[in-house]
């Protein structure tokens, strides 16, 4: 007797099937994740890097245009308006951060924060390297300290160990 032909495909061959995509992407999934961690990782520590050598040159900048009684790094309204003003008189006007480029954006900022909180500098010079502002302004934004010139990301969003977070960077 001659057997039908099949034109599909049997429930236990679409059970197996279901099985095995549910199989893989269980063990995907956590290393996507993991991808994009890294990824925020390497952004912030690249925006930091630039960030850092702004500072430098700018302090470069002060130290050898100006007298040593001015601050020796800028100050806060000055990161903020990405321009020395009178507290550096004869750097006034110049910029220390590429203006056509704007401040970048914190990668590890709420996404429900505002894009001009997302970019924005904050004045952390009350506290140390890595500390946070208090809620509603923590996860969002920069940190500087005028009085350390030390610039950091004000978030600790990042699931890693104390010390470790990107606020450590």
């Not at 993991?34 to 390497?42: D, L, Q």
Request: glycine share 8%.
């Amino acid at each position: 007797m001659i057997s039908p032909k099949r034109n599909g495909f049997t429930l236990i061959e679409l059970v197996i099937v279901i099985l095995m995509l549910g199989i893989l992407s269980f063990f995907a999934i956590p290393n996507f994740i993991e991808f994009r961690t890294e990824a925020k990782n390497g952004a912030t520590q690249g925006l930091l890097g630039a960030f850092r050598s702004a500072l430098a040159i700018a302090v470069s900048a002060i130290q050898v245009k100006e007298d040593h009684g001015v601050p020796r790094y800028p100050t806060f309204n000055e990161m903020s308006a990405n321009a020395f003003d009178s507290s550096h008189p004869v750097l006034s006007g110049t910029e220390i951060l590429d203006k056509a480029t704007d401040i970048p954006n914190n990668p590890w900022s709420k996404s429900t924060a505002a894009r001009t909180d997302k970019n924005r500098i904050y004045d952390c010079s009350a506290l140390a390297k890595g500390g946070l502002l208090s809620p509603p302004n923590n996860d969002q934004g920069w940190c500087y300290n005028e009085n350390t010139g030390m610039f950091w990301t004000n978030s600790d969003r990042n699931s890693g160990l104390p010390g470790e977070t990107e606020n450590y960077y």
